[in-house]
């Protein structure tokens, strides 16, 4: 079969290798990083800097169509690929690895972030709670994952107590929520459109913790206005492939938090809890096949990140059979790192 090239090489790309791998096709993984997870159950790995540019060339000579796991990537040197041969494209990516561009993105497609102020001195931010007001939360505009690099800010006070990290900042009015929920879309190459159900999210420490189907009474309220501004980003940017959404449901509608131009975790409950899971749909996207039916293979469905030590309890999990274990083959179970994951489905 042709080869899948996936730049990065962490568990995202392993699942997608794994689905496409299903389907035929063959994967080269591209990733920084001599330890991946994605390039173990891949056919090939190229470990070279995003910036190498006769590397990349290489990888991309050998790949049918090219895609990405990772957002954090630097774009120039994705400008040598051929925009057809690229999904997700170049300015998804731009779009979404910069907080204040993706915010400043949706407003001018109608949707609505939570209040926000760019950050880059002290002064910037003593304005930006004056003007939005505490509590709030500052972000680096890039580079945040699992809630890293953000700062919780309770009373303007609290900006006398963080040392801000030189890099561009983001700061956000806190949103009351009364849930967070993700919109999960697939787009094919001849714009159909097809989404999951919307899982309702739970984050502990900034990290997702819990996604669970069907979502709350209160969220699903919120889905209809929220898949509409996903369709409107999905359309704006000629999206192919899976595209992520993450939201919090308010009385006054679905509040934008952040989006990822990728598959995502709180659709890992896909594989199991979807007719076609997140994973195949993007390898069936990208390579310009029809999707498949993203209806429910359960009433309700439950997908449990493992975190750290977590994951070394995977017999004890694998007792109830109701059970569906992922490990993501990581060595290393350091506190906070993603190890893998459980999917209950339920009847009733
Ligand atoms: P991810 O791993 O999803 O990319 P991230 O590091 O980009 O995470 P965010 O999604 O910005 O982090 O924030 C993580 C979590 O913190 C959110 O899911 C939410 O629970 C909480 N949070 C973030 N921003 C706000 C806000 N403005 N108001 C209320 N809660 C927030
Ligand atoms: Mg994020
Ligand atoms: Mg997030």
Request: aromatic share 6%.
């Amino acid at each position: 079969g042709a080869t899948i090239g996936i730049l990065g090489g962490g568990q995202l790309g392993r699942m997608m290798a794994m689905a496409a791998a299903q389907l035929g096709y063959r994967c080269h993984i591209y990733a920084p990083e001599a330890d991946s997870v994605a390039a173990e159950v891949s056919a090939e790995f190229t470990c070279a800097d995003w910036h190498d540019a006769d590397a990349l060339a290489r990888f991309v000579q050998a790949c049918a169509v090219v895609t990405l796991e990772f957002e954090n990537i630097p774009v120039a040197p994705l400008l040598a690929i051929p925009a057809d041969k690229l999904a997700p494209g170049v300015r998804a990516l731009e779009v979404a690895q910069d907080r204040l561009k993706e915010k400043t993105f949706i407003e001018a497609l109608g949707g609505r972030p939570a209040l926000f102020a760019a950050v880059d001195s002290r002064e910037d931010l003593d304005d930006a709670i004056t003007r939005i007001g505490a509590p709030g939360i500052l972000k680096t505009a890039r580079d945040g994952y699992d809630g890293k690099g953000q700062w919780r800010v309770t009373s303007a006070h609290d900006a006398d107590g963080i040392a801000l990290p030189g890099q561009p900042l983001v700061y956000e009015g806190f949103v009351h929520f009364e849930g967070e929920f993700s919109v999960i879309l697939a787009r094919g190459r001849n714009g159909e459109v097809r989404f999951w159900d919307s899982a309702q999210n739970v984050h502990e420490n900034g990290i997702l913790a819990l996604s669970s189907v069907p979502a709350s009474a209160r969220i699903l309220e919120d889905v209809a206005a929220a898949r509409k501004l996903a369709t409107d980003v999905a359309d704006a940017l000629d999206y192919v492939g899976v595209l992520t959404l993450e939201f919090f449901a308010t009385p006054e509608g679905p509040v934008f938090n952040e989006m990822a131009p990728r598959v995502h975790n709180s659709g890992h409950w896909t594989i199991e809890g979807a007719l076609t899971s997140q994973f195949e749909n993007h390898i069936r996207a990208i390579c310009g096949l029809p999707l498949g039916d993203t209806a429910l293979t359960a009433p309700r469905v439950e997908m449990r990140n493992l975190i750290g030590e977590e994951a070394l309890h995977g017999a004890a999990i694998l007792a109830d059979p109701a059970n569906h274990l992922h490990l993501y083959g990581k060595a290393e179970a350091r506190a906070g790192r993603k190890m893998g994951h459980v999917t209950r489905l339920m009847r009733d």
